[in-house]
């Protein structure tokens, strides 16, 4: 994508008449868009993505930067201020820091990015010359044996090289995503806590959700926001809740604890136990161009037909807009999750991201 047309990207969009805010049907206002780059991953997270991987897609079905662009710039307009870039794993995304700059141009209020980790080292001072404001890296363990095991293709040492070079590129705020894994990290919630603390980092934890159709949901494997709080509580003393404030607007609600004279925080992400769909203020474009209103269900609606139609400037933006106006007036109030791990869409994580 040349420098002009990241220039222009978005300029010729402009809507004649301000169409007034994206609302779904049940008037929650959508402010926060999540784009996954691609579908390819550099692990293979045993939660995440079948232990065969998945055929990952061929370049021509991805978005272009200059698509992507677009969606965002035109969905700006209607107040969707908010973008997170995800995949699969953006950073296996040729060229990530060029699309980065080309969105940092679009003035949103908030440009974050969800990684493994695996490639930060590299790409953390880049990333964030090129504009990106805030990182989510993934840390299940702190355990080189236990991170090989969960990844399946993991180095605990690079993400820990990674999250060192985040940290001195300046990231306004660093996130430590763990999923809660009952069985295999409960044991290690208190540690992951005082390592990002010690980091100046935010640590959030993460129930398992049932997607591809439950099949990598494994029984027992969920670990309650409740147990969650309790095992911290056990390790820190009460933690007071809704005090702290920590950028971003997605679904997590953070503890604050005291600890050793310090006020920590740490988020909780309860999906399925304690859901939080009645302020959804989200939807997700796929690497494919699909938008889906909800993580939890199949359906999507294809936008990429759209940017392909040979229409331009105000007459695609105008198009864009119906179609994704009409996909979030039909958004459902929730998901279907249990705790038994039913109730998931059959879409693999992975092909949407988080
Ligand atoms: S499950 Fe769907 S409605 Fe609920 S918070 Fe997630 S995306 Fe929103």
Redesign the pocket.
């Known amino acids: 994508m040349s420098a002009a047309a990241g220039r222009t990207a978005g300029a010729g969009l402009a809507l004649p008449l301000y169409p007034g805010p994206l609302v779904d049907g049940l008037s929650r206002p959508i402010s926060y868009l999540r784009v996954s780059l691609t579908d390819r991953c550099n692990y293979r997270c045993t939660y995440c993505m079948p232990p065969e991987g998945i055929n990952p897609l061929p370049r021509s079905e991805l978005l272009t930067f200059e698509e992507i662009v677009t969606v965002v710039a035109v969905l700006q307009q209607v107040g969707v201020r908010r973008v997170r870039l995800t995949g699969g794993e953006p950073t296996v995304r040729k060229d990530l820091v060029v699309l980065v700059s080309h969105l940092a141009r679009l003035g949103l209020d908030d440009l974050a990015l969800s990684t493994n980790g695996e490639r930060l080292a590299e790409l953390a001072g880049p990333l964030r010359q090129a504009g990106l404001g805030r990182l989510n890296i993934s840390l299940d363990t702190l355990d080189a044996a236990r991170f090989a095991q969960v990844t399946r293709h993991g180095h605990l040492d690079r993400v820990l090289a990674g999250i060192e070079a985040a940290r001195a590129a300046g990231f306004a705020c660093i996130k430590l995503n763990t999923v809660a894994v009952a069985g295999f990290n409960d044991d290690e919630l208190p540690a992951i806590c005082r390592f990002a603390w010690a980091r100046g980092l935010v640590p959030r934890f993460i129930e398992i959700m049932p997607m591809s159709g439950g099949a990598l949901f494994y029984p027992g494997s969920l670990l309650p926001a409740a147990r969650i709080r309790a095992l911290l509580e056990e390790a820190f003393g009460p933690g007071e809740p809704g005090v702290t404030y920590v950028p971003g607007a997605g679904?997590a609600r953070y503890l604050q604890f005291r600890v050793e004279g310090k006020s920590v925080p740490v988020g909780i992400i309860s999906?399925v136990t304690e859901?939080?769909?009645d302020?959804?203020?989200?939807?997700?474009l796929s690497a494919t161009g699909q938008l889906?209103?909800?993580?939890?269900?199949d359906e999507s609606t294809d936008l990429r037909t759209v940017l392909r139609s040979g229409l331009r400037d105000a007459e695609l933006a105008a198009a864009l807009l119906a179609a994704v106006r009409g996909a979030v007036a039909a958004?459902?109030?929730?998901?279907a999750?249990t705790r038994a791990g039913c109730g998931g869409p059959r879409k693999h994580m992975v092909s949407i991201g988080g």
């Open positions: 679904p999906a859901p939080f769909c302020t959804c203020n989200r939807v997700r889906h209103v909800c993580l939890a269900h958004k459902r109030a929730g998901h999750f």
